[in-house]
């Protein structure tokens, strides 16, 4: 125990933490160190890189609150994110694939009335977004739960818009009896990422750009179905494939069209002509657990 060999510290920090109680979080504690120790014999850390370290995540945390969420921005550039998405967020084929939440979601967003837009000052295209809820069979999902959130064409989300009206470009549907939805919103633009932070400065030493492609944000649940957190990209953007936190499907990719006709202006509310997106949600059922 006191002349110890780099191994053997390992293996005692191991054997440290092996009997903690819940197998689910013992089994991540002992990985995490295992490769965490091995991370540092990889790159050989020195004491002076390992408080650069510190101060780095301590910046990370000190700059977020209930509006900033850096760490979030940390797992989505390092594609933590994503990966940890593709692994455990898997759905049968024919379900809408998923993606990130992202840092800009709010759990408090106010309900939208059918017809109402989430756009509060009309800055952009008016786009529609319309389509059903189903399940795997096809059945219609009434009653569910249908959040978006996105920027405008400043590239900004409202938390970070001192400018905006409150809530602008969020909120959610509901769906009707026979799972169908209208979102009303503006054509969502790209935009880069906040790098005023600690992620900043990991986007510029590594050279990379901060944009994201431009997309629409859902979140969708309903009794008895998996819950959906995905995006609507717009098809026409640059970045789709070079988005700065890795998380474009093919899938979820689409053509935002452009709709002239003054009959479906006029039948969804809005003025002709109109960027018209249609796109069906799929939800698996819920897992019962064995
Ligand atoms: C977003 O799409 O809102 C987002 C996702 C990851 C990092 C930053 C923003
Ligand atoms: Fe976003």
Do not use: C
């Not at 169908?180 to 054509?187: A, G, H, N």
């Amino acid at each position: 125990m006191r002349n110890m060999t780099e191994e053997e510290l390992t293996q005692l920090v191991l054997d440290g933490y092996s009997n903690t109680d819940n197998p689910r979080l013992r089994e991540i504690l002992l990985s995490l160190i295992k490769h965490l120790h091995e991370f540092v014999r990889d790159v050989q850390l020195t004491e002076p890189e390992w408080i650069e370290g510190i101060k780095y995540i301590t910046a990370a945390g000190q700059i977020s609150d209930d509006k900033r969420q850096e760490v979030i921005l940390f797992s989505d550039l390092l594609g933590i994110s994503s990966l940890v998405n593709m692994i455990s967020a898997k759905v049968p084929e024919g379900a809408t694939e998923s993606t990130v939440i992202g840092p800009f979601f709010l759990e408090n967003a106010p309900e939208r009335a059918w017809g109402e837009s989430v756009a509060k000052r009309e800055i952009g295209d008016p786009m529609i977004i319309r389509g059903k809820v189903t399940g795997m069979n096809g059945e219609p999902v009434p009653n569910a739960r249908i959040d978006v959130w996105q920027t405008d064409a400043n590239g900004m989300y409202d938390v970070q818009d001192s400018n905006a009206p409150e809530h602008n470009l969020r909120g959610y549907y509901r769906t009707n009896e026979r799972g169908e939805y209208l979102i009303k919103t503006v054509r969502p633009t790209s935009y880069p990422i906040p790098v005023d932070g600690p992620a900043g400065d990991l986007v510029r030493a590594a050279k990379r750009h901060p944009w994201r492609p431009a997309h629409v944000h859902a979140m969708i649940t309903a009794d008895k179905y998996q819950t959906l957190i995905t995006h609507i990209f717009d098809g026409e953007d640059q970045y789709l494939d070079s988005d700065v936190v890795f998380a474009v499907k093919e899938s979820l990719i689409h053509d935002f069209r452009m709709n002239e006709s003054e009959a479906d202006a006029k039948s969804f509310g809005v003025n002709a002509p109109f960027l018209d997106l249609e796109q069906n949600f799929i939800l698996p059922k819920q897992r019962v657990a064995a």
